[in-house]
Each structure stands twice: as structure tokens, then as C-alpha cells.
């Protein structure tokens, strides 16, 4: 399912749903757990899990990039910064599965805007094969989301100088 985008006051908030047939706890531990946060985000690496703490993401140029943590409460938020934006994800349990809820608070639609939101989406159908313990082909899955989030992002009325 993709994410719904609505404008609020200071941007938009694009959030994405996911019901996982696994435990809190497995969910989880993709969210905050290097060696499973490797398996499906590769350049990003948590290096102090609490509100304030950060997580590094690997530019692929030897630098890093720090993104505090902006809000955290074990097992249920993470929250961080991402670039001039915000990334959260919020996670229950709902039944004998677990709710994962990922919103990105965009402060202004960017020519990467729609890259992000296909990057985020196919993130998450990751999460779900590894889960499941099935494989998916990512850059194949990349490129039939983007141009859908490119007309989503379109069809909020944003223009590029």
C-alpha cells in the first residue's frame, strides 16, 4: 500500500502502513538492530539508541552523516531526523501481528521528494520478504514505485524552478 500525503501547517506528512505477521519484537529489532537494520537500509547504522542519541547514515564517499534521534520509547518509537525532515516510525502490537506506522513530516517538496517516498516504500516490503523469509529484487521494486510517487507528489500541485 503506498503512503498517503496530506498537506499540514508547516509541510506535509506522507505515511506509510504495514501490518507484519511477526512479533513486536522481531519488528523491532529491524528498526534498531545493526545487523538486521543492514538487511534493508544498508547505509544506515544506529549508534546510540535513545531520545537524543543518533544514528549514522553512510554517504557512500567515506563521510557519514549524524541524524539525531528526536524521539524514542523502546519498542513502540523511533523517531529521527532526516536531512530538513523528520522520519517516524511507530509500532503495536494488533492481534498476532505487529501495526508498523512510518511517517515522513516533509517540510518542502524537493526533486528527491518522490526518490525518498519509493525508497521508503520498497524499505518496508523488504522488512515484510525478510520477515516472511522471502527474497524481493529491490531495484526492481524501486522502479515501478518511484514514477507512482512521482505523480503523487505531482498531484499535490508542487512545481520545480
Known amino acids: 500500500m503506498r503512503a498517503e500525503i496530506i498537506q499540514v501547517e508547516h509541510g506535509y506528512t506522507a505515511t506509510f502502513e504495514r501490518q507484519f505477521e511477526a512479533s513486536l519484537e522481531q519488528v523491532w ?10 538487511l534493508w ?3 544506515l547504522r544506529v549508534e546510540k539508541l535513545e531520545k537524543g542519541g543518533f544514528l549514522s547514515f553512510n554517504m557512500g564517499d567515506g563521510t557519514f552523516d549524524n541524524m539525531t534521534i528526536t524521539d524514542y520509547q523502546e519498542g513502540k518509537i523511533l523517531a529521527f531526523e532526516w536531512a530538513e525532515d523528520e522520519v517516524r516510525f511507530e509500532i503495536e502490537q494488533e492481534g498476532s501481528g505487529t501495526k508498523l506506522k512510518l511517517i515522513e513530516f516533509i517540510s518542502r517538496f524537493t526533486p528527491h521528494t518522490a526518490r525518498d517516498l519509493a525508497g521508503w516504500h520498497v524499505c518496508l516490503d523488504v522488512i515484510e520478504a525478510l520477515l516472511e523469509g522471502k527474497s524481493i529484487e529491490r531495484e526492481k521494486e524501486w522502479e515501478l514505485e518511484y514514477p507512482e510517487y512521482q505523480r503523487l507528489v505531482e498531484s499535490m500541485g508542487v512545481t520545480f524552478d
Not at 29 to 38: F, G, K, P, R
Open 41 to 43: 537500509f544498508s547505509e
Open 29 to 38: 529489532a529491524m528498526l534498531t538492530d545493526n545487523e538486521q537494520l543492514q
